[in-house]
T-cell receptor, first 115, second 117 residues
Framework: DGGITQSPKYLFRKEGQNVTLSCEQNLNHDAMYWYRQDPGQGLRLIYYSQIVNDFQKGDIAEGYSVSREKKESFPLTVTSAQKNPTAFYLC??????????????FGEGSRLTVL | AQKITQTQPGMFVQEKEAVTLDCTYDTSDPSYGLFWYKQPSSGEMIFLIYQGSYDQQNATEGRYSLNFQKARKSANLVISASQLGDSAMYFCAMREGLYNAGNMLTFGGGTRLMVKP
């Protein structure tokens, strides 16, 4: 089945440790995105990428890093510099085409808890 | 300033009745798109409906319709004949510009809908 796979689903981390969240898509979408969601709130954009080897910061990029070495993959690293990393992280992808609505397709999310 | 505002943190609706979830937006770009997503307690985001800024008619998808009032900058979601499975968080979102701007969506704070049997 085509879709977006995020792993791990749940992750616990000690303070001061970096952690990498995986995001893989087999939809052949050009663009990929990382969003953060805090309890009871909306989604905020961390990073996005429209093409391999290129990505841009979103609204809350501080303390995060990404890479886009393959079209299918867009991993997110939560670094020790992120002051409040406990959150729900959602990866998404979309087609970049004039005739498309631009709908984002989401993975099931990764829940990170810092102990 | 908030680009997407959802003023109803939580709402109750009786099963089989219709409900309207409010969304107002703010943009100066003439080209934009408006989306509604549903998020059940499991966390995944489910796309419901889309409205383009140049679309003349209100979008409809099954029991979902979007009441698009461009002059008022509102894009309210109407769910007809509510079902227990409609209980979830609902998010309004906006894309500013055309597809080549990157399709980044800005989300509102969400409305929690609870359907009563």
């Amino acid at each position: 089945d085509g879709g977006i796979t995020q792993s791990p689903k749940y992750l616990f981390r000690k303070e001061g440790q970096n952690v990498t969240l995986s995001c893989e898509q087999n939809l052949n979408h050009d663009a990929m995105y990382w969003y953060r969601q805090d309890p009871g709130q909306g989604l905020r954009l961390i990073y996005y990428s429209q093409i391999v080897n290129d990505f841009q910061k979103g609204d809350i990029a501080e303390g995060y890093s990404v890479s886009r070495e393959k079209k299918e993959s867009f991993p997110l690293t939560v670094t020790s510099a992120q002051k409040n990393p406990t959150a729900f992280y959602l990866c998404a992808s979309s087609i970049l085409w004039e005739g498309d609505t631009g709908e984002l397709f989401f993975g099931e999310g990764s829940r990170l808890t810092v102990l | 300033a908030q680009k997407i505002t959802q003023t109803q943190p939580g709402m109750f609706v009786q099963e089989k009745e219709a409900v309207t979830l409010d969304c107002t937006y703010d943009t100066s770009d003439p080209s934009y798109g408006l989306f509604w997503y549903k998020q059940p307690s499991s966390g995944e985001m489910i796309f419901l409906i889309y409205q383009g800024s140049y679309d003349q008619q209100n979008a409809t998808e099954g029991r979902y319709s979007l009441n698009f009032q461009k002059a008022r900058k509102s894009a309210n979601l109407v769910i007809s004949a509510s079902q227990l499975g409609d209980s979830a968080m609902y998010f309004c979102a906006m894309r500013e510009g055309l597809y080549n701007a990157g399709n980044m969506l800005t989300f509102g704070g969400g409305t929690r809908l609870m359907v009563k049997p």
